[in-house]
């Protein structure tokens, strides 16, 4: 009951944060086939009733396939785009058609002692999408095969200013009544793009993105996005990539990969700070800054631990509301996470780097010495010449970069009359 109760109240900002945004959530074929499905569709019902504005646009590739194999049809690509021939477009249509239709039944229950009781929810589909065809490629003719031309804002922001939830198929129409095969990603990223969202989220398989060793990369800029589809080479992870920076170079605040087959997964990304799956966004999702009053608070939280165990030396609230000027955070998502302080000595061209600390779950990430960084530029505009640091804890991370063993008598007289010789800390400069 402690754990529920501790993640609500932790979830209570992104409750808040995310009402009345709009979000569009790309759901591939393979998603709605997949034994999670039903979760997902809990999930999205809950962020309705939490007031997001959703957006959902699902694919059909495997139910394609399945209709074309039936008919004894062999797929045909080119530069890993379906070619939509007149049967091809058959198959397409009744694909798509049945999965519209069994993915609004399913946000239709309302199934006592299950999530979807009382939900009530309208989902609206229709012809929002208008279409051209992509054309002759290389001498290779896509037929009904087509891309996003326009997108119905004003009709889907009045659908949901009325509460409804927009479902788009990946299909679109062309004023002379063609009907046109679009890939998902497509739609939903123009979409989100047209539709000024705040957040665009695509399902995959995988947690988000891998890297060589496998492990989820939690976080990228969308120019960094380009190194990774070419070590990815063609394959899906790797048109996500893409669909979610073009999404936010194209002023969508943030993209989000996240897996259809991990049950929670999407509301473990929006309602956690750290996430579960891997985050495009242009903003930095850590920053680091000077602090300002509001922050004493958060850095009260993060060194009283440490001055409990003997680690830091003790600041009152009054103390740190007093000398905040003095230092720099690194604030994750509203948390302060790490901090460290300048000090200058007086009658000197010393100064003294204080009450350097990281959060301990985001340790091991290179924080300290981002701000060590900070704290010596900031040292050095200040025309300072000398850092001095005191520590008890600490002394080989100093030593390793850079800090050379020091002593009393080489510290200014301003603070050396300071000097805590029960607390014994050892002492470190460094020239700047």
């Known amino acids: ?33 997949h034994p999670n499905f039903g979760n997902i569709v809990h999930d999205l019902v809950l962020l309705h009733s939490l007031g997001v504005r959703l957006v959902l646009v699902h694919g059909s590739r495997p139910q394609i396939e399945s209709r074309l194999a039936e008919r004894g049809l062999t797929p045909r690509f080119h530069r890993d785009l379906r070619i939509t021939d007149a049967e091809t477009l ?31 929810l309208r989902v609206t589909s229709g012809n929002w999408i208008t279409a051209r065809p992509f054309g002759v490629v290389e001498g290779v003719d896509y037929h009904h095969t087509g891309e996003v031309r326009r997108v119905d804002r004003k009709g889907i922001n009045r659908l949901l200013d009325e509460r409804s939830i927009v479902l788009l198929s ?39 993105l891998l890297d060589e060793q496998g492990r989820l990369v ?42 259809y087959a991990e049950d929670g997964a999407l509301l ?30 958060g850095l009260m939280d993060l060194i ?19 000398e905040i000027e003095q230092f720099s955070v690194v604030e994750r998502e509203g948390l302060i996470i790490a901090c460290a302080a300048l000090y200058q000595i007086a009658d000197s061209d010393a100064g003294e780097l204080a009450c350097l600390a990281v959060n301990p779950e985001y340790r091991h990430g290179g924080r300290g010495d981002v701000l060590l960084e900070r704290i010596e530029v900031r040292a050095r505009e200040q025309g300072l010449k000398t850092l001095f640091v005191l520590t008890t804890r600490t002394a080989h991370w100093f030593r390793e970069r850079g800090f050379e063993p020091s002593s ?20 470190f400069e460094k020239a700047l």
């Not at 309302?110 to 009382?118: F, L, T």
């Not at 009393?408 to 002492?427: E, F, H, M």
Request: glycine letters at 8%.
């Open 218 to 259: 939690r976080e990228l800029r969308p120019q960094q996005v380009p190194a990774h589809m070419q070590r990815l080479g063609s394959n899906y992870q790797a048109e996500l990539l893409d669909a979610a920076a073009q999404a936010c170079r194209g002023g969508v605040g943030r993209s989000h990969i996240v897996s």
């Open 408 to 427: 009393v008598d080489r510290l200014p007289s301003a603070r050396a009359s300071l000097y805590n010789y029960q607390r014994n800390s050892k002492i």
């Open 90 to 120: 058959e198959c397409v249509i009744d694909a798509v058609g049945h999965l519209r239709i069994t993915i609004e039944a399913r946000l239709s229950m309302d199934m006592a002692a299950s999530p979807m009781q009382g939900s009530r």
């Open 1 to 33: 009951m402690h754990e529920y109760v501790n993640w609500l109240r932790h979830a209570s900002p992104y409750i808040n944060a995310h009402r009345d945004r709009t979000f569009v959530v790309m759901l591939p074929g393979d998603g709605v086939a």
């Open 304 to 322: 009283s631990p440490l001055e409990e165990q003997g680690i830091l030396v003790r600041r009152s609230r009054e103390v740190l509301e007093r």
């Open 268 to 297: 473990t990304e929006l309602f956690t700070r750290d996430g579960g799956g891997t985050l495009v966004a242009q903003e930095q999702f850590e920053q680091v800054r000077e602090a300002a009053i509001e922050d004493v608070g």
């Open 170 to 208: 990946p299909l679109g129409y062309s004023p002379t009544g063609e009907i046109f095969n679009i890939a998902c990603e497509d739609v939903a990223t123009r979409a989100a793009i047209d539709l000024g969202a705040d957040k665009l989220l695509l399902f995959g398989a995988e947690r988000g």
